[in-house]
């Protein structure tokens, strides 16, 4: 069977789309709960806990500005902002700026001052790219009009940065979903990074090669439709402009058991039955060690058409 019907065929069978959401810039949309203001990380209430900050579903900084929720307090809020939240920003800089994905302050500008270059987007949507010499960050290959570019991501924890992506579907829940995910929550606030039945997969990341929108969010949240299989229980599946994420949101008490025999299961087609030449890869994103200098290659073509 072609891979991408299989994979079609398989979600249907096992799993049910909980909620979708298709970002537009400029629309806003506010997740509440209805009742009082409760903190869905921490679970306090006014008026030991604000709710005054804007409280972004999806991190602001990949593109996200009018998608936010009513049950995250400044407290959590602070909290995740300077921690798992700056993993996950550090380790999507480079991209952003390649994605031109327009966060809190614009695309982000790239630039080594020392070495003389510089990657920004202009006034219009184009990449511009400028350098006094020929330098490591980006190689040219005037032949087929491609250019690599090596560029650093930010100093990141990889399971942080698997954290802040949990947090965004832990944000999407539909209330009534929360209870099955109380430890995660915990989880996902403790500094303390290791829990090996929080990670049972690796994050799947899709990029589809192309031209395609900065702007462009879309959000869904499935869940296992049958009750007792050896299926993890919920997944997050994120698009932002080229690139598409698979995260497994863990619940210990109705995901499988940990002695089973690790999953096999094809990746959530979304966009590939678009573009064949969709590339996957598994993303680890579980060690607790930071990282700095991990080097992003990415293979642009003059039209900004973009390869990992
Ligand atoms: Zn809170």
Not at 104 to 120: A, F, H, Q, S
Not at 201 to 227: E, F, K, Y
Not at 291 to 305: C, I
Request: with cysteine; aromatic share 8%; charged share 20%.
């Amino acid at each position: 069977m072609d891979p991408i019907e299989y994979a079609k065929a398989y979600y249907l069978q096992h799993y049910t789309l909980l909620n979708m959401w298709n970002l537009t810039p400029g629309v806003r949309v506010v997740l509440e709960n209805g009742g009082p203001q409760v903190c869905r990380f921490c679970q306090r209430s006014a008026p030991e806990v604000t709710f005054r900050l804007k409280a972004h579903a999806i991190p602001e900084a990949l593109g996200n500005k009018g998608m936010l929720s009513r049950y995250e307090c400044d407290e959590c809020n602070k909290h995740f902002g300077s921690t798992i939240e700056n993993d996950l920003g550090n380790w999507t800089l480079p991209m952003r700026t390649l994605l031109r994905i327009y966060g809190k302050n614009g695309v982000p500008t790239l630039k080594n001052e020392r070495d003389g270059w510089r990657i920004e987007c202009g006034d219009g949507t184009e990449l511009k790219v400028s350098h006094n010499r020929v330098d490591s960050v980006f190689e040219v290959d005037e032949a087929q009009k491609l250019i690599r570019f090596n560029l650093k991501r930010g100093p990141f924890v990889p399971l942080g940065v698997r954290k802040a992506l949990v947090k965004i579907g832990l944000t999407l829940l539909p209330e009534a979903e929360v209870s099955n995910f109380e430890e995660t929550i915990k989880w996902i606030r403790d500094p303390q990074h290791s829990n090996e039945r929080m990670v049972r997969m690796p994050v799947l990341r899709t990029l589809m090669p192309g031209s395609m929108n900065g702007q462009m969010i879309t959000a869904a949240l499935l869940r296992r439709s049958q009750p007792n299989i050896g299926l993890p229980y919920a997944f997050l599946i994120l698009s932002i402009a080229n690139e598409t994420y698979q995260v497994m949101l863990p619940s210990p008490q109705l995901d499988p058991p940990l002695d089973i025999a690790p999953m096999q299961m094809p990746v959530f087609p979304v966009g590939l039955g678009q573009n064949r030449d969709s590339i996957c890869v598994a993303l680890n994103l579980s060690d607790s060690e930071r990282v700095v200098d991990e080097v992003l290659s990415a293979v642009m073509s003059y039209d900004a058409r973009i390869q990992i």
